[in-house]
């Protein structure tokens, strides 16, 4: 048989009784309905309702996206400096800073050795050394400073620190 033969077809259904075109039917009616829930009418209805997470998801990635963006600006705006300057400004930050602290010279980098260095003061000092002197930390090694209860922690250790590297030494 090649084909499809209607008239057999519609032969072969007035032959059915009634009970059994209403079953055919309804089953018919059911996979169709089915079919649309699944492929037409469930996807839209799932999109739907996760669109408030969705949306509140990209608006914190948009916050985010933004808030680099104004970074990437300011880091543009920054004026470049030469290495002098920045080992100038390194120095300067580190006296300020981290009283007591020792610099000396390792090839392209800065190395820093602290004594009884306050946390409050080593935080100020990375967080400057990073913006104004444009540097680097390359590696930190720290211990925390045997202290009397009544005193605030202190560390001791090196860190080392990479200026960056244009203009003249």
């Known amino acids: 048989m090649s084909g499809f033969d209607r008239s057999a077809m519609a032969a072969r259904w007035q032959q059915l ?26 996807p839209a209805w799932q999109a739907w309702r996760q669109s408030p997470a969705r949306h509140a998801q990209l608006d914190r990635q948009a916050a985010e996206l ?59 000092w990375l967080v400057a050394v990073r913006q104004s002197a444009q540097a680097n930390v390359v590696e930190m090694r720290l211990q925390r400073s045997p202290t009397s209860p009544d005193k605030l922690p202190q560390w001791e250790g090196q860190i080392v620190v990479q200026l960056p590297q244009r203009g003249a030494p």
């Open 66 to 124: 933004q808030s680099l963006q104004m970074k990437a600006r300011e880091l543009q705006a920054r004026p470049i400096l030469s290495r002098s300057e920045a080992l100038q400004s390194f120095t300067q930050l580190t006296r300020d800073l981290l009283p007591g602290a020792q610099i000396s010279a390792l090839a392209d980098q800065q190395r820093v050795t602290l004594k009884g260095a306050s946390a409050t003061g080593l935080t100020q």
């Open 17 to 42: 009784s009634a009970r059994e075109r209403l079953w055919i039917t309804a089953a018919g009616m059911l996979i169709a309905l089915s079919l649309l829930w699944q492929v037409g009418l469930s």
